[in-house]
């Protein structure tokens, strides 16, 4: 596609309640992240796939934090047992590194609101 | 280690220049950048510099790196209401497993 496509781009849902969250990025791009910004905090890094490399999950903030990226293109990023505290903009970015390393477009977002 | 730090908030009134600063810690990045969020909107690339450099200039953008110090800032001239914005700062080196760091962001405010 032209750009980064998140969807949806708002979800509200219970507490205790399982989420995904799905990424379609650019063509071609080789890298993908997976970031969350709540109201007021900066840019919280997730995860990072590149490849066919074993993914970056160092960013994760539980166990109740998932994501895969089938055929290196789509990604789902599952938040088990929702909490009132995941409430937050969940960002996705790609990248194509042999371009220009850290050139990343992201996408729109999804509002995540946990109530 | 990789940690990049910039301050959280900037108020400049508007016309004057804005100068948000950033520091990183990891010696081998080469690639540095600044984005830009707008409100209710994704990041977007802005600017960036090559480590070999020490100032890059864009219409009313300028970037200065200090690579000793670790230091980076972008500095905007006459300061519009349209700028109101976060501003990231990132790294990132050449290796292909690498991934991009980011700092916090900075939420400019322009002050009428």
């Known amino acids: 596609g032209a750009g980064v496509s998140q969807s949806p781009s708002n979800k509200v849902t219970e507490k205790g309640k399982d989420v995904e969250l799905r990424c379609d990025p650019i063509s071609g791009h080789t890298a993908l992240y997976w970031y969350r910004q709540s109201l007021g905090q900066g840019l919280e890094f997730l995860i990072y796939f590149q490849g066919n490399s074993a993914p970056d999950k160092s960013g994760l903030p539980s166990d109740r934090f998932s994501a895969e990226r089938t055929g290196g293109s789509v990604s789902t990023l599952t938040i088990q047992r929702t909490q009132q505290e995941d409430s937050a903009v969940y960002l996705c970015?790609?990248?194509?590194?042999?371009?220009?390393?850290?050139?990343?477009?992201f996408g729109q977002g999804t509002r995540l609101t946990v109530v | 280690g990789e940690d990049v730090e910039q301050s959280l908030f900037l108020s400049v009134r508007e016309g004057d220049s804005s100068v948000i600063n950033c520091t990183y810690t990891d010696s081998s990045s080469t690639y540095l950048y600044w984005y830009k969020q707008e409100p209710g909107a994704g990041l977007q690339l802005l600017t960036y510099i090559f480590s070999n450099m020490d100032m890059k200039q864009d219409q009313r953008l300028t970037v200065l790196l200090n690579k000793k110090d670790k230091h980076l800032s972008l500095r905007i001239a006459d300061t519009q209401t349209g700028d109101s914005a976060i501003y990231f700062c990132a790294e990132s080196k050449m290796n292909r497993d690498d991934k991009i760091i980011f700092g916090k962001g900075t939420r400019l405010h322009i002050l009428p």
């Open positions: 970015a790609s990248s194509l590194r042999d371009l220009l390393p850290g050139m990343a477009f």
